[in-house]
């Protein structure tokens, strides 16, 4: 038998990881046993926490957890349940947990998985260091000026680099733990919760969830008036070129600035912004696509297809149909 450690950190946690994440297996566990495929449970569970000491969360419930991590001498898999709030905060909270974690990876040879924004305490032990990973479209900006050597997938829900595992935002969480399933119990299992609990089996991206608010938090104070210029007068054709000499700054140093401070080129910047406003209008308007279109700034059909694609991977229409009610039931 296989050993699952749940760790349960210390703070503002998502309850929902945790519970999610023990009922998935335990459903697994049963269902393997029901057909036939193994005799006993594939795992052992443990809600494993930096003590034994119950961790309330939400001010309204407490989590138990069944084992310390003194007691885990032995693991498989580890799943690391989201942390929220304060990301310092919660990092310094769960410190012991770090070292353990490197410990039983390397002692064990056991997977590891981060679940949403846990993805900055799997960060903090080094192991994704050189490798991919998924975590919550809000903290991709937070996360990307943290942790250079990590190759962040924004669009994402689901990363798996040579046993280190890690998922997108919220409930794409489920996701993931329907993904370990199918590693360890097989697809047959797997599809079986899937529809137990009915969760999307291939869902794959989460592009189509990204809300582009603008990535504002970085000093550079000329850059937040060109964010703002780009956003106010989206409906323009804006150049890069046009941009720097606005501003009065060489188009190489322009670039170079603005990519720094946003994590995305000047030109990218642009896109995102038409394309978040297009969106807002296929979800609340009646408007076709060409009228979208030409709201936005963009004149050539392909082209706006094409990148409302890129930052969404859903087609216009597809998007709109999914988003808006009122289309949906025409």
């Known amino acids: 038998m296989k050993h699952l450690s749940i760790l349960v950190p210390k703070g503002d946690l998502i309850l929902d990881t945790i519970v999610g994440t023990l009922n998935l297996f335990k459903m697994a566990n049963s269902y393997s046993k029901r ?3 193994t005799q006993e449970d594939v795992f052992d569970i443990d809600l494993v926490g930096l003590t034994k000491t119950p961790i309330t969360c939400h001010n309204f419930f407490q989590v138990q957890p069944t084992k310390s991590i003194e007691e885990v001498k032995r693991t498989n898999l580890i799943i690391i349940s989201s942390i929220t709030g304060n990301i310092e905060n ?9 070292d ?3 410990t039983k990876r390397i002692e064990n040879d056991a997977a590891v998985a981060s679940l949403c924004r846990s993805a900055f305490l799997l960060a903090e032990t080094g192991l994704l260091n050189g490798k991919s990973c998924a975590t919550h479209w809000a903290v991709h900006q937070q996360f990307e000026k943290k942790y250079a050597k990590i190759h962040l997938l924004p669009d994402k829900i689901i990363s798996e680099d040579n046993g280190i595992y890690s998922s997108g935002g919220a409930y794409s969480f489920l996701n993931m733990i329907i993904y370990l399933i199918e590693k360890y119990y097989g697809r047959e299992v ?3 919760c899937s529809k137990m609990a009915e969760i999307d089996f291939d869902r794959m991206n989460q592009n189509q969830f990204i809300i582009f608010n603008g990535q504002k938090e970085h000093n550079d104070e000329t850059i937040k ?5 780009i956003e106010e007068n989206f409906e ?10 606005k501003y009065a700054i060489s188009s190489r140093n322009f670039i170079r600035r603005f990519k720094k401070a946003t994590q995305n080129t000047p030109f990218e910047y642009i896109q995102r912004v038409k394309i978040e406003v297009a969106k807002k209008s296929f979800e609340s308007s009646t408007l076709n696509i ?3 279109m030409y709201h936005v700034g963009y ?3 392909k082209a706006f297809r094409k990148t409302f694609k890129k930052y969404t991977g859903l087609s216009p229409l597809a998007y709109r149909r999914k988003f808006n009610r009122e289309m949906a039931f025409s």
């Open 90 to 98: 919660a990092l310094a909270q769960n410190k012991r947990f770090i």
């Open 236 to 245: 323009e054709k804006i150049s890069v070129e046009a941009l720097s000499k």
């Open 190 to 192: 797997a599809i079986w």
């Open 35 to 37: 057909i036939g495929k």
């Open 290 to 292: 060409n009228q979208v």
């Open 100 to 102: 353990w974690i490197k």
């Open 299 to 301: 004149n050539d059909d």
């Open 225 to 229: 008036e060109v964010q703002a210029y």
